[in-house]
């Protein structure tokens, strides 16, 4: 079941690479019918996917280079599988949206094939070199998407994103290489080094927090965290549309998704130490990335600082590694998915009908008769959803990560919170200069959007209402996997119970009779849904 997303997408990059006499549009027809059979096949995943389990299932396990400890071990839990749909729903989205006369078309919808597939192998992966391997799959497409098909400045771009990158392949493998070695363990299955005596436990403190500190640099780098930032907002501004799509909403989860694993989850005494470090270090990156947002000018600047602001909530979640906190990260790297994806592909339509990112010179584009309503009025729901707006995906993931958090972190939580006032700050300044007022002269008349764009967009807006609606679509997904992370650490407080938020965030209601039974869980330290 889970090779088919691996590999079907490396074959038919290989199709489209050397079947000859293909057209653009031929290829762009094969190309979006792999992904969407691939969005189909992920779904129907979650049809056979058993949320009462903790452990990996749909498990596939090859013995491969045994002697490297390096085994074909693919697996899907609840902490995967959410992100593993997000990919490929935006592979699909990047594709439709590219534009139809692309030069060097093979090229271009082969890249984007193997991109799907080292994303979704890295979320699979449950060897740490095989994990490894996908990782810098990725690595070279996206670094020929840049610099082949990007803007005046795309060598640069590129060429820092390469060795940003690359910095953060090495220090993650250098760190895997440590963890094997010091434990003497007999393979790099994620299950071995996780327990017993062979495991990362039974290392000296000093040992862990040192391999820790390899972990959290280099999938530091690739979230990215302040200081380790300068790459991101280069290759977004210079990165075409789909690019900026994939880059956004899922390439960046690699490097959160790789901290929750191979952080959290392997290291749990270091991390109960380092904790407060990384909640601090949180607290910058949101707040850092929350004003130099608001300092820009360019609309797709804006938008890549403030990727780079709600990274910040997923780090603080980590740090606390409640079970509450946790599940808000996975929901919270979920809902970034989608609303970065939909910021930049209005940024691109904004863009490629007006020709101009600039916010001195857009002004009016919600006019309904010359400009851009439907687009404004997404924006606009994209905005809200972003700053945390309750009713849109993005609240309830906020909600989550800060009501986990702040009884673990207080200090730190509250000042990510005045972070999510600042989302609103720079956000209404976008959308007041841009789409309000009259109509600037350089941009009357615009071309209609064709349905080419809307679709996509509109696809993207109501699954933000609709997850924000009705979160438990993923939460029940998401929690035992969770909560399974969690070790005995002495961040962790005290965990609530994920139904009893239920009737806080939809209703202002008083408790019901339920109210001891939800305490008497609150105290045993369980977070889970009645029967």
């Not at 992920?42 to 903790?54: E, I, M």
């Not at 984007?112 to 080292?118: F, K, Q, R, T, V």
């Not at 002269?441 to 679709?455: E, F």
């Not at 209703?507 to 977070?527: C, M, W």
Request: with cysteine; charged share 10%; aromatic share 10%.
């Amino acid at each position: 079941m889970l090779s088919v997303l691996i590999w079907v997408p490396i074959l038919g990059a290989a199709l489209i690479g050397f079947w000859p006499g293909l057209t653009p549009q031929r290829s762009r027809r094969i190309t979006l019918l792999i992904s969407g059979g691939l969005l189909l096949w992920s779904l129907s995943l979650v049809a056979g996917f058993d949320p009462g389990l903790s452990h990996p299932q749909w498990v596939e396990f090859f013995p491969w280079i045994q002697p490297l400890g390096l085994n074909y071990y693919l697996g899907v839990d609840g902490i995967s599988l959410p992100l593993v749909i997000l990919s490929e729903l935006l592979v699909t989205i990047a594709i439709w949206i590219t534009q139809l006369g692309i030069s060097r078309h093979r090229l271009y919808y082969a890249l984007i094939l193997l991109i799907s597939s080292g994303i979704v192998g890295s979320f699979l992966a449950q060897n740490l070199l095989l994990f490894l391997l996908f990782y810098e799959l990725e690595l070279i497409p996206l670094y020929l998407l840049i610099a082949i098909w990007g803007g005046r400045r795309r060598g640069y771009a590129s060429t820092k994103f390469l060795i940003y990158t690359a910095v953060s392949g090495i220090l993650v493998l250098a760190t895997f290489l440590g963890v094997v070695w010091l434990t003497e363990a007999p393979s790099f299955d994620l299950e071995v080094l996780g327990s017993g005596s062979l495991g990362i436990s039974a290392l000296p403190l000093n040992s862990q927090l040192i391999l820790l500190g390899g972990i959290v640099v280099g999938f530091g780098i690739k979230i990215p965290l302040v200081p380790f930032h300068t790459w991101l907002p280069d290759a977004h501004v210079e990165a075409s549309t789909p690019v900026s799509v994939l880059l956004a909403g899922i390439l960046l989860k690699l490097g959160t998704y790789g901290l929750l694993r191979f952080g959290v989850g392997l290291f749990p005494e270091a991390w109960a130490v380092a904790a407060p470090w990384v909640a601090g270090w949180a607290v910058v990156s949101v707040l850092y990335g929350a004003f130099c947002a608001i300092s820009q000018t360019d609309m797709k600047k804006m938008v890549a600082y403030s990727s780079i602001a709600h990274m910040g909530y997923i780090l603080l979640a980590f740090a606390a590694a409640t079970p509450l906190s946790l599940l808000g990260s996975v929901i919270q790297m979920v809902s970034h998915g989608l609303i970065s994806g939909l910021l930049f592909l209005l940024v691109g339509v904004v863009y490629g009908k007006s020709g101009s990112r600039d916010l001195n010179v857009l002004q009016g584009l919600l006019n309904p008769e010359r400009g851009l309503p439907l687009i404004g009025s997404l924006m606009i729901l994209a905005v809200m959803a972003s700053a945390g707006i309750p009713g849109l995906v993005g609240f309830i993931s906020e909600f989550i990560v800060f009501r986990g958090s702040i009884e673990v972190f207080p200090i730190q939580t509250l000042l990510c919170m005045v972070g999510t006032g600042l989302t609103s700050v720079y956000f209404l300044i976008m959308v007041n200069r841009v789409f309000f007022g009259r109509l600037s002269d350089p941009v009357i008349n615009l071309p209609q959007v064709q349905w080419r764009d809307r679709i996509p967009a509109i696809v993207l807006a109501l699954i933000i209402v609709v997850l924000g609606i009705q979160p438990t679509l993923m939460t029940k997904l998401t929690e035992l996997s969770t909560t399974a992370l969690v070790n005995l650490q002495p961040t962790m407080i005290v965990q609530v119970p994920v139904q009893s938020l239920a009737p806080d965030m939809m209703t202002s209601g008083v408790a019901d009779s339920g109210a001891a039974q939800s305490q008497l869980n609150h105290n045993q330290g369980v977070v889970g849904y009645p029967d």
